[in-house]
């Protein structure tokens, strides 16, 4: 005859009841059934994050940056925007945009990386915003500019809208507000898999909606004419 040195003991953590045992006599510790919990994996950290600290206050951001482009390619130097200290959301250095009549001039890109254009999985973007006199970005569908809008975003007064706008809304897909003279963030929660684009200003959820152009390229910030605003903390991943 033998006898396992190795000893094993099932039990029931709620009830304290002992469900089953074997090998040698039990003196080890005990299997619990019905109180294990599954932690969630840590988030990941953002496949890009610019704060603008790297840059020298003055200096042009797409001719600073491997990571940021101008509108025209190549580079346009009438259309980047200057590095400023006058105002930052963390800790010292933002970028500004004053719009001229009929926009711009300022008018810059930020491609999502090497494997956009992105049509399925998740994405996430968030960028700290100070508006004076209301603002504009848009997300490009491709990876090549004036090809595709895959969203237009414009906050004028305090309202900030969500749509198709080729110069006036044609569509809105979703209305909110935002507030004024003050740093807020803006981030949007995609689900390209399910078209899902989920909003939240300063953390709290304004809604979400479906996106006929259900893609997404690149971020391109312009400011419209009479637009003023500050940009800082753009990420996404």
Do not use: H, R
Not at 57 to 77: C, R
Not at 119 to 137: H, L
Not at 158 to 187: D, H
Request: hydrophobic share 35%.
């Amino acid at each position: 005859s033998w006898q396992s040195e190795v000893s094993w003991q099932l039990v029931n953590n709620v009830t304290g009841v002992t469900i089953a045992y074997g090998g040698a006599p039990y003196s080890q510790s005990q299997i619990a059934v019905g109180s294990a919990s599954c932690s969630p994996p840590p988030p990941s950290s953002s496949a890009f994050c610019d704060d603008f600290e790297s840059y020298t206050n003055g200096s042009w951001l797409a001719a600073s940056s491997s990571d940021w482009a101008t509108w025209t390619q190549p580079y346009t130097a009438s259309e980047d925007v200057q590095i400023t200290n006058s105002l930052s959301n963390s800790p010292s250095n933002s970028i500004y945009f004053n719009g001229q009549s009929g926009g711009g001039p300022s008018d810059v890109i930020l491609p999502f990386g090497s494997t956009a254009p992105y049509t399925s999985g998740y994405f996430n973007f968030s960028a700290e915003f100070y508006v004076i006199n209301g603002a504009y970005f848009n997300f490009q569908s491709e990876v090549a500019t004036n090809i595709g809008w895959a969203l237009d975003v414009g906050m004028d007064n305090g309202t900030i809208n969500f749509g198709t706008y080729p110069g006036s809304w044609n569509a809105v897909y979703l209305s909110s507000t935002y507030p004024t003279n003050q740093w807020f963030e803006l981030k949007m929660e995609i689900d390209l898999n399910v078209n899902s684009w989920e909003v939240f200003i300063d953390g709290i959820s304004q809604g979400s909606f479906a996106n006929p152009n259900n893609k997404i390229a690149s971020l391109d910030l312009f400011p419209l004419a009479g637009n003023q605003f500050y940009v800082d903390d753009v990420c996404y991943e």
